[in-house]
């Protein structure tokens, strides 16, 4: 714009300026001056006044109005002076609608032709009538007069090509900066800008995509940047395209694309927005109905990850209140039911009237005394699991032979075993050395473990505990001839309070925690467990344990038995967005 004020102020500054110093050469060469000749004189003052005008108040479309009328008068005032339309001034009236171009207005020319039009008009119709006098009378006479005329619009005219030069370099001048400018947006920007035909075809890439997709901007040229698309979401970025040059909307959609150029299944994939909206391009649109598009592609791989834990938490938090409804079931059913035979049997027992025989006495206090311990056993259960959750359940790490150990355990259950029609069986290597860790642990392991194992084997069954030497750990195995566990149910083994059958149409009683107290036990003593099991083929559990835990160092953080599994989820959840589908 301050191009255009120069371009405007400088041609009738330059002009006026040489009317005035020409001013008095014209009086000492013509001598006294006429009324039309000062008059002249005085009009060709006129454009400083315009610029005057112009520079006061930035109206520039209004200044030139004013020059084209100014410009305008002073012409038609010398042709009727000097010969109407036949006059040397009348064919600068082409100059009027020629400097009104330089506004760039289309209502300014408008004007200034109008102007000149009327001008020629009155010449006309003042030279058809007779009103102006002949040109042959007055070209002696005015001689001077037209020379001044022809010099001045010389140098007018010199001024106009001068300020339309400026404008035109200041202009080109402009455009170079203005490409710089978007160039060193598009370098530096992380969002990358595609151009797309009417096809999908890409016409330009900005050089962010070398960044983003691992490959240079021209290889995307064409389909290239189609076929770096996920093959499951190439219709939704066809989709999106389509949409927005047809409709003339603009669109969004997520993808996924393929990192660098390994071919068409190698590289990695990487989640992508991409916002399209078509270019406004009318005579495009008229002929086909289509227009191109523009689009700007964002990597929001961070954000899909983050997706991705939300949803698995919400999915944790679903677990959690399930173990909660199966918690209170369980607990509900594992608990009532000693307490009904406690006090019915206690309530039998206290009746003065109801005679009961001896052995009957005896059975019922038996089993009052087996009901007592199955509480204590699920109340015991219960704090040892809430120690563990909230990091206070400390072991006692000491040296000890492991081999009494599972022999006093064999021992122990052999009853049990015997009544459920169960044969134990035990093979412990016969250097097995000592190890240091808590001997109540260890045992209370074994014990969960047989007892699981006699509980789910059928009569005639076999369970077999097996231990040895393995480098610097002892592998202790339970394996049993029993049930087995469904492959659906293996990975949720070790839970709290799940158990691989429903909880109300359950064959055996059992609160689910025996597993889930093994595998706080084991990971306190920095083990491992193993399980293994097939449908109707029966189940094997290997503990390993380091000889020396506490040359291992025991993890400070809580034991999670019912939310556990949470951290594996959130590991899956940032690779899911490199599997192709």
Not at 31 to 36: R, T
Not at 361 to 375: D, F, K, Q, T, V
Request: hydrophobic fraction near 45%; aromatic fraction near 6%; glycine fraction near 8%.
């Amino acid at each position: 714009m301050a191009a255009r004020h120069r371009a405007f102020i400088a041609p009738r500054l330059i002009g006026s300026f040489a009317a005035l110093a020409s001013f008095p050469v014209f009086v000492a060469v013509r001598g006294v001056p006429s009324v039309l000749e000062v008059g002249v004189f005085a009009w060709l003052v006129a454009p400083i006044l315009t610029a005057y005008f112009l520079s006061r108040t930035g109206r520039y479309e209004a200044a030139h109005v004013l020059s084209s009328l100014a410009l305008t008068g002073l012409v038609l005032a010398v042709a009727l002076s000097t010969g109407g339309i036949a006059s040397f001034a009348a064919i600068w009236l082409v100059i009027v609608p020629l400097e009104a171009s330089l506004s760039a207005s289309r209502r300014v020319v408008a004007l200034a032709s109008i102007f000149a039009l009327v001008a020629a008009g009155t010449l006309l119709i003042g030279s058809a009538w007779g009103l102006l006098p002949p040109p042959g009378s007055t070209v002696n006479e005015h001689g001077a007069l037209a020379a001044l005329g022809v010099v001045s619009a010389a140098l007018y005219a010199t001024g106009l090509a001068l300020g339309a030069e400026s404008l035109a370099r200041t202009s080109v001048w402009l455009l170079y900066a203005e490409e710089d400018r978007y160039r060193l947006l598009a370098r530096n920007m992380t969002d990358v800008i595609t151009r797309h035909g009417k096809n999908g075809a890409v016409l330009f890439v900005s050089p962010a995509a070398e960044s983003l997709f691992g490959v240079k901007p021209a290889a995307l040229a064409g389909h290239g940047l189609f076929d770096h698309v996920h093959v499951a979401d190439r219709p939704a970025f066809l989709t999106a395209l389509a949409d927005a040059s047809s409709h003339g909307e603009d669109r969004s959609v997520e993808f996924r694309i393929r990192r660098g150029d390994d071919g068409p299944h190698g590289g990695s994939f990487v989640w992508v927005e991409m916002r399209c909206r078509p270019l406004n391009e009318a005579n495009t649109r008229a002929a086909t109905g289509e227009s191109e598009v523009v689009a700007v592609l964002r990597d929001i791989s961070e954000r899909k990850t983050h997706e991705q834990a939300i949803e698995v938490a919400r999915a944790e938090q679903e677990r959690a209140s399930l173990s909660k409804s199966r918690f209170l079931a369980t607990m509900s059913h594992e608990l009532r039911t000693p307490l009904n035979a406690i006090i019915g049997f206690s309530e039998m027992l206290t009746k003065e009237n109801l005679v009961v025989q001896p052995e009957r006495r005896l059975e019922y206090a038996r089993l009052i005394n087996e009901s007592g311990h199955h509480l204590l056993s699920v109340v015991n259960g219960i704090l040892d699991m809430s120690k563990m959750e909230t990091g206070n359940f400390e072991i006692t790490p000491e040296p000890f032979a492991p081999a009494p150990v599972i022999t006093g355990c064999c021992d122990l259950l052999a009853l049990k075993a015997r009544d459920a029609g169960v044969e134990i069986k035990s093979r412990v290597q016969d250097d097995l050395p000592e190890i240091v860790g808590d001997r109540r642990a260890f045992n209370q392991i074994l014990i969960n473990l047989m007892s699981n194992a006699i509980k789910f084997t059928p009569r005639g069954g076999r369970v077999t505990v097996s231990a040895h030497r393995n480098g610097n750990k002892i592998d202790v195995s339970v394996e049993d001839t029993g049930v087995g566990i469904g492959e659906a149910d293996l990975p949720r083994l070790g839970e709290a309070f799940f158990q691989a059958r429903g909880t109300y149409d359950r064959r055996h009683d059992g609160t689910g925690l025996g597993l889930s107290i093994v595998k706080g036990l084991v990971k306190l003593h920095c083990g491992d467990i193993d399980i293994r099991s097939r449908l109707g083929e029966g189940t094997r559990v290997t503990v390993s344990l380091p000889i020396d835990c506490e040359s291992h160092k025991v993890p400070a953080d809580p034991i999670r038995l019912v939310t556990e599994r949470a951290g594996d989820l959130a590991a899956v959840a940032n690779i899911l967005v490199k599997k192709s589908a």
